[in-house]
């Protein structure tokens, strides 16, 4: 039992985890009601889900030069998917396709209707 | 190695099979984009346990193509959704999809 065996094992549970991660928001993106309940469960397996397999596909390969691509890969989605997620769910209530029966509390349309976008607005 | 691989890429084909069903229906723009995304992040974890499994490292540039590839897309198909709900296949639209 050395090391290698131990980094071949985490790397296994690792990928797995990730795995698993990425079935259950696949089954939320198909059973939640709206775009913004979807996009919670569509958030998993793009940050946690990810980091998990890139940490099990590095604890495999154990090679310097590919953990540096992985952390790259790591880094990039960790740094684009909020801005993607905040596009997407701006877009969502903006073009009136959110249930609001669904929303708890609802400060934006008030504020919306009061001021809207000044042109150039992102 | 190979059963974790097995089993790995089972559970993604079953979550892959469940997005496309979700970019089928839709019934909006952005719920497709949403399990697009989902479904790019599928890819990657498909390929990293493919590279896992046997050991090359041939097809890690192809994860920092794919992150990059879904930002890009969720972004622009967001940033020009307009107001008013998508057509469905049953509405009667006017020849655009």
Known sequence: MTWTHVADIASAVCLLLGVLLALVAA?????????????????????????????????????????????????????????????????AFRAGQVRTDLLVVDELSEVLKAEPDPPGAP | MIVVAGIGLGLLTCAALLLVVRITV?????????????????LIAGLGIEAAATRHTTTLPILLVLAMLGFVGSVSVARFTAAGPDEGPGDEGNGRS
């Open chain 1, 27 to 91: 089954i939320g993106v198909v059973r939640f009601p709206d775009v913004l309940s979807r996009m919670h469960s569509a958030t998993k397996p793009q940050v946690l889900g990810l980091l998990l397999v890139l940490l099990g596909v590095g604890l495999r390969l154990r090679d310097l030069s590919a953990s540096g691509l992985l952390l790259l890969v790591a880094l990039s989605q960790m740094v684009t998917s909020p801005i993607a997620s905040h596009m997407v769910g701006r877009a």
């Open chain 2, 26 to 42: 839709g019934p909006t723009m952005l719920d497709r984009v949403v399990a697009l995304d989902v479904l790019i992040a599928v």
